[in-house]
């Protein structure tokens, strides 16, 4: 199965789907030796929420992205127990982050948030929208694997949230103490309106200008 050729739809430089026989076929043929193929199964213990996750750290950078061990294990929301902050750069150059337990805040501008221990539960989950009902004694800092784009939309209790970037990509947010209802949500075009708008002007003045 999925045997690519030199043009039509599996074409060599499409994206590649494999099954175990051409997956170690593709890694031989570029001149490596497969020593050990192993499995990684859904993290029932995480979801049932009676585990505590493998520390997850950085392991190493490549040329077309980063490495991360265990990543898939952490929780998509989750409280944290410390903050630092960190350039990007500075972030690549760790080993040692736990991003199960900590959130590095990689931008300059935002204000160390306070953290605390907080239960998390995710209660609806769509690419659009996810809900997360938080309860702490104390506020907490909740961070995400959602990535922090103008088109992200964070409300708690129905109020507006300003994300901060954490992990270099992703969003965290403020969260009081108490019970809450936290919502992310993207719309496409959110946050793009003003610079449309400016293209738009943009160009009307110069049809005006030709005329």
Do not use: C
Request: proline share 5%; aromatic share 10%.
């Amino acid at each position: 199965m999925f045997q690519y050729r030199e043009r039509g739809i599996l074409d060599n430089t499409h994206l590649r789907f494999y099954t175990l026989r051409t997956i170690r076929q593709e890694i031989e043929n570029a001149g490596f030796r497969v020593l050990a193929i192993r499995g990684s199964s859904v993290p029932l213990r995480l979801i049932a929420g009676r585990w505590t996750p493998e520390p997850i750290v950085f392991d190493r950078m490549l040329p077309d992205g980063r490495i991360f061990r265990n990543l898939a294990e952490v929780p998509r929301f989750h409280a944290v127990d410390r903050v630092s902050r960190m350039s990007f750069t500075e972030l690549l150059a760790r080993r040692d982050v736990d991003f199960a337990k900590e959130a590095v805040i990689t931008d300059r501008k935002a204000a160390m948030p306070v953290v605390g221990t907080a239960v998390v539960r995710l209660q609806r989950y769509s690419d659009a929208e996810q809900r997360i009902a938080t309860e702490s004694a104390r506020p907490f800092f909740l961070a995400s694997s959602e990535k922090l784009t103008p088109e992200l939309s964070v409300r708690i209790d129905g109020n507006t949230a300003k994300p901060v970037q954490i992990n270099g990509l992703f969003a965290g947010v403020q969260v009081a103490a108490g019970k809450h209802t936290v919502m992310f949500s993207r719309r496409i075009g959110r946050g793009w309106w003003w610079p449309s708008a400016l293209s738009a002007a943009a160009l009307l003045v110069i049809a005006v200008l030709r005329r």
